[in-house]
């Protein structure tokens, strides 16, 4: 038996029941995504580099998707797909500069954005089927930005290739 508990929903003044379970979920995902946030901003306002302020616009931004994932607001999964749009816009603007590769920037937002997809039917009442195609897709498509991306600049950084007999034409 499954314990509920009637829940005021903030954005449109409904009740709807949420399950306990639900609930502590949502409580400890936007916890840690806030703690991640609070220490991403920590970090960025100390250092010394001028790609600091991103770090700690992204902590903030971490902060606020993880208070509205623990107050249970769909709000949440809405800023922390702007945070990930914002973090893909600007690691491929710092991988067409000489960065470090894509897959090494977005791979930690990649997982969080899976962890997001996988609250969202505790956040609404959604069809358990819809969610996966959702969350593949959007995997799917920051993946073949990425793709994409490194491609053309690994072909842009590439020499080209040496031919196998040196003095013989083709």
């Known amino acids: 038996m499954s314990m509920s508990v009637i829940v005021r929903d903030r954005g449109h003044g409904a009740a709807r029941h949420a399950p306990l379970w639900a609930r502590s979920l949502l409580a400890i995902a936007g916890s840690q995504f806030a703690l991640m946030g609070a220490i991403l901003a920590a ?77 969202i039917p505790a956040l609404r009442k959604w069809s358990r089927g819809r969610t996966p195609g959702i969350c593949a897709s959007l995997m799917i498509g920051t993946v073949a930005i990425g793709l994409i991306a490194s491609s053309s600049e690994a072909a842009a950084r590439s020499p080209p290739l040496p031919t196998p007999f040196p003095g013989v034409l083709q």
């Open 43 to 119: 970090a960025g306002a100390f250092a010394a580099s001028d790609r600091s302020t991103f770090y700690v616009l992204a902590g903030f931004g971490l902060i606020a998707s993880g208070v509205l994932l623990a107050w249970r607001h769909i709000a949440g999964v809405w800023a922390y797909l702007a945070l990930v749009a914002a973090m893909v816009l600007r690691s491929l603007h710092d991988a067409g500069n000489g960065g470090s590769s894509l897959l090494y920037r977005l791979m930690g937002p990649l997982i969080m954005l899976s962890m997001v997809c996988a609250l």
